[in-house]
């Protein structure tokens, strides 16, 4: 077999190939071995009647068309993988010799993943939350633990939100209570939203002994006529807090004195706040070097794309007992909306892979083999198998290619990660260190601590 490629417009290869008459002999042999498991000739058993039998008996040329068919894909695939083409949809053939006989020659002209200039990609400006720690979230985060330790006391005076309320519900429709809105002594939190946000603005100024009556919107959406409700406050509670003392620290965690509870939740939240901003700059990156992407998304990409996170969704919801029609009733969106949000993910997803995809060649980014060997380490100890097994599982399928392009675009969404500009929400420079994940292992020497202290 011989083949070339040429390049045409419009995003386009033609690959010619041409295959000799000796060679496509084989496949027509090929093809009557298949034909004479289908047919039955007098006094040959399925499968054993011989091709000049067959021949005389169908016609060769019904061994020639089967071979065209089932060999042409085949045909077409090694001249693919000869030429290295990036095909991203079904190709268009047309044999243009060899329908009756001779050599097989036909063109297969097919649409490839187009190769973009990504000008600016050098210089991303990525805007992310501040991984610093402030002391009003370790404040915040203080309280929360005191508001564990609260005690509820009455008071005598209007409810304001965070307070807890002593009230009885009850709820009609056109005057007829509906089963499983009328309850007594319901302790409920004023600002919660626990019940309907209508309940939060009627309860807030309310004094005990008031009833309010209001109307809210039925939660189901089928149903038009409101929901009357009558709440009676029986007793307005306020939370008092304990005093962020040396002995509460002590009672409500395992650290002797504030201080040292503030410093351990100062390292919680300083580690998932660079947790978060990690994942922001990578979709940071990511979200402004699509801004930079001038060329239109391939048809063939998108919708390839669309089909791909349809299948995924459907799969997802199938795992956990539901369908892609009750999913869109109980969301109420319309099926084309759902398709309309879908393109317009998958067409800045493709986008993105083919922006990624000319940093990679620009840059000149590649995986070595000690890198895909790592990402297979890695994927051993998730699945919780050798990683010997997991390397041959993914020769066997043809996988350790696609491995070695992960890691390769790994690591060109840390070179644009690394070539950034990163700034905080009011446009201040963030240091990098203060993205580096946490030194788990390492243990402080006094010197260290003693530096912590005098920075505080």
Do not use: C
Request: aromatic share 4%; hydrophobic share 40%; no cysteine.
């Amino acid at each position: 077999m011989r083949s070339s490629v040429e390049a045409l417009e419009g995003n386009k290869v033609k690959l010619s190939v041409e295959v000799d008459e000796t060679e496509f002999d084989e496949a027509i042999g090929e093809a009557f071995r298949r034909i004479a498991k289908e047919v039955r000739i007098p006094g040959f058993r399925p499968g054993k009647a011989p091709r000049r039998i067959l021949e005389s008996r169908l016609g060769p040329e019904v061994g020639r068309q089967e071979a065209l068919r089932e060999a042409l894909p085949e045909y077409y695939a090694r001249a693919v993988g000869e030429h290295e083409v990036d095909v991203i949809a079904a190709p268009e053939i047309d044999i243009t010799a060899g329908q009756d006989s001779g050599p097989v020659v036909f063109d297969a002209v097919v649409e490839v993943r187009p190769k973009i200039q990504v000008a600016g990609y050098g210089s991303l400006r990525v805007e992310i939350p501040s991984p610093d720690v402030t002391d009003e979230e370790i404040d915040a985060q203080v309280d929360r633990l005191r508001r564990q330790f609260g005690e509820l006391q009455d008071v005598e005076r209007p409810a304001a939100e965070g307070d807890h309320v002593t009230i009885d519900v009850a709820g009609a429709i056109g005057g007829e209570p509906v089963e499983g809105l009328s309850v007594d002594d319901y302790l409920y939190e004023v600002g919660s939203g626990a019940v309907v946000p209508e309940l939060d603005e009627h309860l807030i100024g309310a004094n005990v002994g008031d009833t309010v009556v209001f109307d809210a919107a039925h939660p189901d959406p089928d149903q038009t006529d409101p929901i009357t409700f009558s709440v009676l406050v029986k007793a307005v509670k306020e939370q008092i807090l304990p005093e962020a003392t040396d002995e509460w620290a002590k009672e409500a965690s395992e650290f002797d004195t504030l201080e040292e509870l503030r410093a351990d939740l100062r390292e919680r939240v300083s580690n998932v706040k660079r947790v978060q901003a990690q994942l922001a700059l990578r979709e940071g990156v990511i979200d402004s070097l699509v801004q930079l992407v001038e060329d239109e998304a391939p048809a063939a990409l998108v919708d390839g794309e669309v089909q791909r996170r349809l299948e995924d969704l459907a799969h997802r919801l199938q795992h956990q007992g539901a369908t892609l029609e009750q999913y869109l009733d109980a969301t109420g969106t319309a099926p084309q909306d759902m398709l309309e949000q879908l393109r317009e993910q998958a067409t800045s997803a493709v986008k993105a892979d083919l922006a990624v995809r000319a940093v990679i060649e620009a840059e000149g980014i590649a995986a070595d083999d000690d890198e895909v060997d790592d990402e297979i380490e890695r994927l051993a100890t998730r699945m919780g198998q050798p990683a010997d097994e997991i390397r041959k599982q993914l020769e066997r399928a043809g996988q350790v290619s696609a491995v070695r392009s992960d890691v390769t675009r790994g690591k060109a969404l840390e070179w644009l990660a690394d070539h950034a500009e990163v700034v905080d929400s009011d446009g201040a420079p963030i240091d990098r260190s203060s993205l580096e994940p946490p030194q788990v292992d390492a243990q402080p020497t006094d010197e260290t601590d003693d530096t912590v202290e005098e920075s505080e």
